[in-house]
């Protein structure tokens, strides 16, 4: 099947690739063509695992190419993909431009019928708005549908090949033909396929989202009474997780979510309520939560120090969101650092691929970008734990406890075991845990 991907982005370039390797023919677009000239040489602009691997085996085997403007990346397309970005506008809402335009534009260019589909993620009654854009300029027969992506950073060629379910969102006879035409390799390996109407489409991916977020805010406010209580919140947590109701997924207690979906998406859900006039509450305070779970960690640090932070220096593992990615959209560590400087206090950080993201924000002449862990606690008065990337899982303590000035480790993933930690000699403070540091 020909397929047009509009955006080569996170989204984008994984389901164009993720396409490609199913034997499809795709487009993918993008305005850029030194981004172009950079993909065809294998050149990815962001890291996920396996993606490098995935698009040049495709583009070596001629089913995957790129374009530099919709009207020639379009040609032919019996699909088209609209997989751009929607960010947070100012009031919490997505903002639907780059959406918008884009459906405009191949409005203008389309020279027969096709299936327009919206891969973004988007609030309900988008693919209406789109459907609107797309009768303005276009001569021939379209249809319009939602195919929202699942993908998790760090293991989103896996989710695209194997997933969980794929959902499509449709009322159009002939659309839903061609979609399960373009699934079929999918179905085939027996992954579930769940066709329904475009708005509960477009409300299923925001509804799991905030799900995801809500279980993660739970648990932090779960482990911020284990604090206060005595108890342990990784007992708690392994004793609730068994309950086949709740599960393990998503109960780890921690800094709060961050990255560029579930902040994005709780702030337009709770957007979407207040348009249709119903409050969601729930939704509401775990936005709430996430917001003052960031600031937690800081105060204990800050408490710590006596209030006084000058003249101290705070060595940081982790920058990126989650491990196994490099972006740092909404990442807890940022805004711990941010408060560190604030405080008067110097900051060295290293992370395994996101520093160089992390150093265009340019925090000032205080933080130290280290070359490596060990670089990163020199001469510190206390390690933070940020990302719980493999590498920081189980390092030499002797040498960490050697090179810094004090032996204190805030673990902010709850990685390390508190007994060990005080056997080893450091200071340790985890999230929700029980920990005696006498």
Known sequence: MRIAIIGTGYVGLVTGAGLAETGNAVTCIDRDQGKITKLLDGKIPFFEPGLDDLVMRNVKGGRLQFANTIADGIKDAQVIFLAVGTPSASDGSADLSQVLDAASEVGRNLKDYAVVVTKSTVPVGTADKVRARLQETAKVPFAVCSNPEFLKEGDAVNDFLKPDRIVVGTDDDRARKVLEDLYSPFIIREHKVYFMDVRSAEMTKYAANAMLATKISFINEIANLCEKVGADVELVRKGIGSDSRIGTAFIYPGLGYGGSCFPK??????????????????LEAVDSVNQRQRGR??????????????????????????????????????????????????????????????????????????????????????MVLCTEWSEFRQPDWTAVKRDMAAPVVFDGRNIYDPIRMRELGFTYFGIGRRVDNR
């Open 297 to 382: 960690l800081l105060e204990k640090i800050m408490m710590h120090f006596g209030g006084k932070g000058q003249d101290k220096t705070v060595g940081i593992w982790g920058v990126s969101f989650k491990p196994r990615t490099d972006d740092i959209r909404e990442a807890p560590a940022l805004s711990l650092m941010e408060g560190f400087l604030s405080a008067g206090m110097k900051v060295r950080a290293y992370d395994p691929v996101g520093m160089e993201n992390a150093k265009q924000l340019k925090l000032g002449k205080d933080v130290h970008w280290a070359t490596d862990a060990q670089d990163a606690i020199k001469g510190a008065h206390a």
């Open 265 to 282: 998406d709780v702030k337009a859900i709770i957007h979407t309520g207040q348009e249709y006039g119903q409050k969601l509450s729930i």
